[in-house]
């Protein structure tokens, strides 16, 4: 069993930033993608950024591409999702997600976190 932990959302004005933690525990991690997927009001759930926890490699949805950097302290078992320069429309709750193998989709990641609300002001 895998539990994962998000913190660090909250209230923001437009241009600002904000960082994201999923603490992970119960298992070793080193076959593991760690994703970071969003749901905003009245949308499904989504893909926002990915990371392979055995070498670091990264995947990005294109509204995010440039702005949202994702990546993983190995020592701490965290994963980070570091947004700058947000936008109203990425008002949304967001989810950290464990899963076996590289997938942007989200019922292929087992594990998910109870999702942290980060809401963009104009």
């Known amino acids: 069993q895998v539990q994962l932990v998000e913190s660090g959302g909250g209230l923001v004005q437009a241009g600002g930033s904000l960082r994201l933690s999923c603490a992970a525990s119960g298992r070793t991690f080193s076959s593991y993608v760690m994703g970071w997927f969003r749901r905003a009001p009245g949308k499904e759930r989504g893909f926002v950024a990915a990371?392979?926890?055995?070498?670091?490699?990264?995947h990005y949805a294109d509204s995010v591409k440039g702005r949202f950097t994702i990546f993983r302290d190995n020592a701490k078992n965290t994963v980070y999702l570091q947004m700058n320069g947000l936008k109203p429309e990425d008002t949304a709750v967001y989810y950290c997600?464990?899963?076996?193998?590289?997938?942007?989709?989200?019922?292929?990641?087992?594990?998910w976190g109870q999702g942290t609300q980060v809401t963009v002001s104009s």
């Open positions: 990371v392979r926890w055995s070498d670091g490699h990264t």
């Open positions: 997600a464990a899963g076996s193998f590289w997938t942007t989709i989200v019922r292929n990641y087992s594990f």
